[in-house]
């Protein structure tokens, strides 16, 4: 929490300052250059995703779990550093409910702890790459790959829904529920490498 705090009070004091700066030196100015300073503050953001307080982070990773096993990933159990600062937590999204694998996809948990080790705050944000190579389909396999990108939005849907009811009450003050955006539909093939112009 004390990274908002210091950018909450940094960011607005340095825009307070420049506008005394302009309301002292107004009679100084050069009309021609104009006072050049654009305000820094829009509000309160999260640094990376979804933002929670006040529970732990053993109850946190199995609630997000359980919102996506409910939705249909299949979690892929490792073990996990209960003190690490970051926390990958794996799902596989099948792609044929009838054969192993699918596709991999990840929430990783940020940690930061009160003086009773609890969030202060802890946040997740989601990690896949919509891109990866996915099992090889077969014939059986060639209609669950034309379905895949709408089965996987409708289960990433439900997941964040399911997480949005149960953990709502747990945000960072200050801070409301999102679900991120996606860069490209699930399977897509790989862009072309572009090549960088030197001039």
Sequence with gaps: MAQYDLSTQLVTAIDKAYVNIEARGLN?????????YMAQWEGEKNLFGNSYVGMTLPA?????????????FVPVERDIDPKAPTVDLTFIFPIDPAKEGGAVYEVSIRSQYDADGHCYPCEISEYYDPYQQLPPAGLSGVLNRATLESRFQAARDKAYESIRVDLERSLRPRS??????????????????????VT
């Design 28 to 36: 100084n100015l050069d009309p021609a250059f104009g006072f050049n």
């Design 60 to 72: 946190l990773k199995e609630r997000i779990s359980q919102a996506f096993r409910n939705a249909g």
């Design 176 to 197: 409301g529920f999102s679900v991120p955006m996606k860069s490209a539909p699930l399977g897509s093939t790989r862009p072309k490498p572009v090549p960088m112009v």
